[in-house]
């Protein structure tokens, strides 16, 4: 289960921190993911974080580089999105998911992708 | 960055009738481990998107077997067998090969 918080009603370069509380899975072993949904519009994958053992790496997409940093904190089964410098184009659904994990089904490996999602948190960047 | 594109992207159905859509990558979404990185998510109304199908043909835990996944390389397909009510919601595609995460515009579907 996920379930996201901090959301919320902010200014044209303001800031806010989004966080998400993981449980019912291995929490330190799984790549994770921001995904946000601009009202009436499709799905973004915004930034990904891998698992410590492949070396915390970060991605993020062009648009949000340099203006959000994602991290996880595995002894709180915790990650978040730290996100500045917030345009009015931000506004969005954000949700918080799982990104690939490994899973044996039958003896065989398969790869899950974005299998768990929280519900959700709205931000609203408005002046 | 793979683009993904979905057609069509709305899609109108009586019920009991099959249902398709088609999603088509930009390029392979075969790696190196012989697996294909396809996925398709159901949004239903006011929820969180929900995984459907994994590795091109692969039912999640839980999705009912009218539905089903195929494709291979560039092309994939969604199909329902016989569309329920409950199966409304807007599909999307996803291809998980490389970051960034990138999915199809999604495919409306609702019930006649």
């Known amino acids: 289960q996920l379930v996201e918080s901090g959301g919320g009603l902010v200014k044209p370069g303001g800031s806010l921190r989004l966080s998400c509380s993981a449980s019912?899975?291995?929490?330190?072993?799984?790549?994770m993911s921001w995904v946000r949904q601009a009202p009436g519009k499709g799905l973004e994958c915004v930034a990904r974080i891998k698992s410590e053992a492949d070396g915390a790496t970060t991605d993020y997409i062009a648009p949000v580089k340099g203006r959000f940093i994602i991290s996880r904190d595995d002894s709180k089964n915790t990650l978040s999105l730290q996100m500045s410098s917030l345009k009015t184009e931000d506004t969005a659904v954000y949700y918080c998911?799982?990104?690939?994990?490994?899973?044996?089904?039958?003896?065989?490996?398969?790869?899950?992708?974005?299998?768990?999602w929280g519900q959700g948190t709205t931000v609203t960047v408005t002046s | 960055e793979i683009v993904m594109t979905q057609t069509p992207l709305s899609l109108s159905v009586t019920p009991g009738q099959p249902a398709s859509i088609s999603c088509k990558s930009s390029?392979?979404?075969?790696?190196?481990?012989?697996?294909?990185?396809l996925y398709w998510y159901l949004q239903k109304p006011g929820q969180s998107p929900h995984l459907l199908i994994y590795e091109v043909s692969n039912r999640f835990s839980g999705v009912p077997d009218r539905f089903s996944g195929s494709g291979s390389g560039t092309d994939f397909t969604l199909r329902i067998s016989r569309v329920e009510a409950e199966d409304v919601g807007i599909y999307y595609c996803m291809q998980s090969k490389q970051f960034p995460r990138t999915f199809g515009q999604g495919t409306k579907v609702d019930i006649k």
């Open positions: 390029q392979s979404l075969l790696r190196g481990d012989g697996k294909t990185y």
């Open positions: 998911t799982t990104d690939l994990r490994v899973n044996n089904v039958g003896g065989v490996f398969y790869f899950y992708a974005m299998d768990v």
């Open positions: 019912g899975f291995d929490f330190s072993d799984t790549w």
